[in-house]
C-alpha cells in the first residue's frame, strides 16, 4: 500500500488546509477506517470553476503553487491501492473530496485535527473505526466556551484527548 493510503491523517491536513487556503468557514470531515475505507472532506469555501476542477486532477497542478500531496498524488495513490478520488465543486459554493481506499490506518488524526483547528473557521469531524464512533464540532465547542478562544492550549489538549480516547 502507498502511504497515502496507509496515513489518511496526512491526506485529511492536506484536504482541510486546501479547504482553509480557499476561504472555508466550516470544514465537515468525515473518515471511516478499515478495509473499505473512505475519507470525505466537505467545505464551503470558494470552490473551482469547471475548468479547475477539470485540471485539479492532473499530474503537476497546483491551486496554490505548492507542491503539496496533490489531488493528482491522492487519486493515482488510490487506484494503485484499489480505491478511487471523486472531486465535485461549484464556484461559490465549496468543494467535496471523497477519497476511497483500503486498509487503512489513522495515523495521529488527534494530532492533525488540534493542528487544523482555529478560531476563524470551524471543524466538524465524524470518524468511525469498527464499532467506534466520534463526533466533533468546534462549533459546539465555542458555544460552551463563553467567548474563550478555541485555539488555547487547554482547550486543544483537551479536543487532542477526547479524539485519542474515543478514535482508535
Known amino acids: 500500500?502507498?502511504?497515502?493510503?496507509?496515513?489518511?491523517?496526512?491526506?485529511?491536513?492536506?484536504l482541510v488546509e486546501n479547504s482553509l487556503d480557499a476561504g472555508a468557514t466550516l470544514v465537515k470531515i468525515s473518515?471511516?477506517?478499515?478495509?473499505?475505507?473512505?475519507?470525505?472532506?466537505r467545505d464551503n469555501g470558494r470552490g473551482m470553476d469547471k475548468a479547475t476542477l477539470k485540471?485539479?486532477?492532473?499530474?503537476?497542478?497546483?491551486?496554490k503553487g505548492s507542491?503539496?500531496?496533490?489531488?493528482?498524488?491522492?487519486?493515482?495513490?488510490?487506484i494503485r491501492d484499489g480505491g478511487s478520488l471523486h472531486v465535485s465543486s461549484k464556484e461559490g459554493k465549496g468543494t467535496l473530496v471523497r477519497l476511497k481506499a483500503r486498509d487503512w490506518t489513522?495515523?495521529?488524526?488527534a494530532g492533525t485535527?488540534?493542528?487544523?483547528?482555529?478560531?476563524?473557521?470551524?471543524?466538524?469531524f465524524k470518524g468511525r473505526a469498527g464499532r467506534r464512533r466520534?463526533?466533533?464540532?468546534?462549533?459546539?465547542?465555542?458555544?460552551?466556551?463563553?467567548?474563550?478562544?478555541?485555539?488555547?492550549?487547554k482547550t486543544l489538549a483537551a479536543?487532542?484527548?477526547?479524539v485519542k480516547e474515543n478514535f482508535r
Open 31 to 41: 473518515l471511516k477506517e478499515g478495509k473499505r475505507g473512505v475519507l470525505t472532506v
Open 67 to 78: 507542491e503539496g500531496l496533490g489531488l493528482y498524488e491522492l487519486s493515482q495513490g488510490a
Open 113 to 124: 485535527l488540534v493542528a487544523l483547528i482555529d478560531d476563524n473557521s470551524d471543524v466538524m
Open 159 to 162: 479536543i487532542k484527548k477526547f
Open 106 to 109: 489513522e495515523g495521529d488524526i
Open 134 to 153: 466520534i463526533k466533533l464540532d468546534t462549533r459546539d465547542i465555542k458555544r460552551g466556551m463563553d467567548g474563550a478562544q478555541v485555539q488555547a492550549p
Open 1 to 14: 500500500a502507498g502511504e497515502v493510503v496507509e496515513r489518511p491523517s496526512s491526506v485529511v491536513k492536506e
Open 55 to 63: 485540471a485539479a486532477t492532473d499530474k503537476g497542478f497546483s491551486g
